[in-house]
């Protein structure tokens, strides 16, 4: 049947035939601006509410976790500042993009010049970026962003105000703010009339704009197994709480911003933190409280809330996780990691089963190259450079915690292990993380378990290859 449609008929035809994507859209309640803000705090384990610890207060974070997505198994790929940052910003493993450590002072990694940074890509893809609070890569060239916010970044309530005058500026653009916070990292000094004389986190008598200081006593913290029950320990965990209680108040201050600019319902919260705790035993090794970090995410279009997912990411993951959010995920790249995007409301998404990691630099005195595989069960560490002692940062060997187990022998224990056990360590550490979750017992050294010992070798050999690590030498001399 031929219909002979008049001018205006065809064109309010044709008006509607167009605009059907977009009455989709509307239906739907999507927004084409998508926005993002990756938040990253300095040294933070596991330690909130919701992941299980009934003391410490984070009713912000736990409120993200409630509205969006909970990663119980997420992972640093280098337990560094900079050489995390680097991989954050980057997707690719940091002994690939050759940030291999530090990037302040003396220590001056940075990474190749003709790299591309999420940062970059996005400015490409229309976005405005702006980053606020601790930066901690370089070049510059390759980790640009179009505004640095200033603020303190131990005040994160003042710079999520800072951060919000930004928005402001042009609110019709998609942005991407990167916030980073210096707590919890340790500070300098000691608490001044506390006992047992911890570090202070950060935390100081008088406070910080806006922020409503949250204490914790000694006797009431959770003591996790890796470290040593003791006072002075109980005593630094309630100052690291306390700092943990004052970033979640900065989290809400942003959280509420963004309602008040009408930018919650299309702004993906990311919540990270670099690597794990600032302890012996967690920063700096690839041991799992060095390793695992929170990772918590609110895409505001996700169909799911609240959901635990037990994917196995990693930070190699978040540069292509946010490019594929922002529809600007490009075909071709140095990329290594891949996005999560589409898991993030499944439970138990199929394919997500290992995860590597690779570190190589803290600061310049500390090389002490490792290679991890962490499938479910089983855990694999090379430690390439085995026969030199392991060497501390500047920070984690002042610790308190540390000093005061390490004046009282090798032998004494620091957690699980003695001393002399985590300074002096083997070859290769294998663990069965189902039954020891602490990684107390080297199978590696075991008869019995040669077969998984060599079937994990050879899977890390072969990501070495893929990744281009050009520690994989090791393999063959020294």
């Known amino acids: 049947m031929n219909v002979r449609l008049g001018n205006k008929t065809l064109f309010a035809a044709t008006l509607a035939v167009l605009c059907l994507p977009l009455l989709g859209l509307a239906e739907k309640g999507e927004k084409t601006q998508k ?265 505001p279009f996700q169909k799911e809330r609240g959901n635990v997912c037990d994917a196995m990411v990693s930070w190699i993951d978040l540069t292509p996780t946010i490019l594929d959010y922002a529809g600007a995920l490009p075909k071709k790249s140095t990329i290594q990691g891949r996005s999560f995007l589409e898991v993030m409301d499944q439970e138990k998404p199929k394919g997500w089963d290992e995860i590597y990691a690779s570190h190589t630099f803290h600061e310049i005195t500390m090389y002490y190259p490792m290679r991890v595989l962490r499938e479910r069960q089983y855990k694999l560490i090379w430690n390439i450079a085995y026969p030199l002692p392991y060497p501390f940062a500047s920070d984690l060997w002042a610790a308190p915690t540390f000093q005061d187990r390490y004046q009282q022998g090798l032998d004494t224990y620091y957690g699980k292990r003695t001393v002399g056990d985590y300074m002096q360590r083997p070859e290769f550490e294998l663990y069965d993380l189902v039954d020891d979750p602490h990684e107390s017992r080297n199978l590696a050294l075991e008869s019995g378990y040669t077969q998984i010992l060599e079937r994990m070798k050879a899977k890390l050999k072969n990501f070495q290859e893929k990744a281009k690590d050009p520690w994989i030498l090791k393999w063959e001399y020294e």
């Not at 976005?127 to 505004?147: C, D, L, M, N, W």
């Not at 409503?212 to 470290?227: I, Q």
């Not at 990311?270 to 690839?286: L, Q, R, V, W």
């Open 35 to 299: 926005n993002v803000i990756l938040f990253v705090t300095d040294d933070q384990g596991q330690d909130a509410g919701c992941y299980g610890n009934p003391v410490i207060q984070t009713p912000n974070m736990d409120a993200i976790a409630a509205d969006g997505t909970r990663f119980d198994l997420a992972f640093c790929t280098t337990a560094s500042c900079s050489a995390s940052r680097s991989v954050i910003l980057t997707g690719m493993y940091n002994h690939a993009n050759g940030h291999y450590g530090h990037e302040h002072s003396y220590h001056k990694f940075s990474a190749y010049p003709q790299l591309k940074s999420l940062p970059v890509y996005l400015e490409d893809a229309g976005y405005r970026t702006a980053r606020i609070g601790k930066y901690h890569v370089a070049p510059e060239k390759v980790f640009h962003f179009q505004s640095f916010l200033k603020g303190n970044s131990r005040s994160p309530v003042e710079m999520a105000d800072y951060s919000a005058e930004w928005i402001k500026e042009n609110p019709d653009q998609p942005f991407f703010l990167y916030f980073c916070t210096s707590d919890p990292h340790r500070s300098g000094g000691t608490v001044p009339g506390a006992k047992h004389n911890p570090n202070p986190f950060g935390n100081r008598p008088q406070g910080y704009p806006g922020v409503e200081e949250v204490t914790y006593e000694p006797e009431d913290v959770v003591v996790p197994p890796y470290l040593p029950d003791t006072p002075v320990c109980r005593a630094e965990l309630a100052q690291y709480y306390q700092s943990v209680s004052r970033i979640d108040q900065g989290l809400g201050k942003l959280i509420s911003h963004l309602k008040e600019l009408g930018k919650w319902e299309n702004t993906m919260i990311i919540y990270i933190s670099d690597h794990g705790i600032a302890f012996p035993g967690g920063k700096t090794t690839t041991y799992e409280p060095g390793l695992r970090s929170p990772c918590l995410v609110r895409n």
